[in-house]
T-cell receptor
């Protein structure tokens, strides 16, 4: 069975500092990987997705993630944190291509990002 | 930008009561899903739905749960007899019929069972 692990339930950074949120997956086949963000009282918003076209994926709001098969990782980074980045971030995966199964995601436990002035 | 809409945002019910959580997926989407997140736990897949039938369901989705698309716009999750452990945030999601299209999530309904 597939699993997704996010290291660190809480990450705190200063405004302008590098953001690094860690995600590792466990899968028998290379999965499709996603990062979602949840702002308070809102739904899950897609930040970016990996679909095997390129290992470095750029998303919205200046975020990017790199797929490293050798490390089974898909860490999320942003060079310079902004106060508006404070939210909860979820890594998710599916091994299924197409159809309804592609939307059957396995989520990590989430990482709450706090940005200090 | 089109959104997935969920109502109500918060529902409180007594144990043993039936609840219906409502969702309006994005209009051109054909695949529909329900997920839930118990406080402090991971977001979990419940069920997927396509062409007016369940495509896949998790072990959580037992006989107490059902889904329906009663008309061309709504997608509902019914819990027949709620239990305390059903208290969670329930997310509806949808996507177009395209191999790599991502899920679009609603804002969720927080269900509290007392």
């Amino acid at each position: 069975a597939q699993s997704v692990t996010q290291l660190g339930s809480h990450v705190s950074v200063s405004e302008g500092a590098l953001v690094l949120l860690r995600c590792n997956y466990s899968s028998s086949v290379p999965p499709y990987l996603f990062w979602y963000v949840q702002y308070p009282n809102q739904g899950l918003q897609l930040l970016l997705k990996y679909t095997s076209a390129a290992t470095l994926v750029k998303g919205i709001n200046g975020f990017e993630a790199e797929f490293k098969k050798s490390e089974t990782s898909f860490h999320l980074t942003k060079p310079s944190a902004h106060m508006s980045d404070a939210a909860e971030y979820f890594c998710a995966a599916t091994s299924n291509a197409g159809g309804t199964s592609y939307g059957k995601l396995t989520f990590g436990q989430g990482t709450i990002l706090t940005v200090h002035p | 930008e089109p959104e997935v809409t969920q109502t109500p945002s918060h529902q409180v019910t007594q144990m043993g009561q039936e609840v219906i959580l409502r969702c309006v997926p994005i209009s051109n989407h054909l695949y529909f899903y329900w997920y839930r997140q118990i406080l402090g736990q991971k977001v979990e897949f419940l069920v997927s739905f396509y062409n007016n039938e369940i495509s896949e369901k998790s072990e959580i989705f037992d006989d107490q749960f059902s889904v329906e698309r009663p008309d061309g716009s709504n997608f509902t999750l019914k819990i027949r007899s709620t239990k305390l452990e059903d208290s969670a945030m329930y997310f509806c999601a949808s996507r177009v019929r395209d191999g790599n299209s991502p899920l679009h999530f609603g804002n969720g309904t927080r269900l509290t069972v007392t």
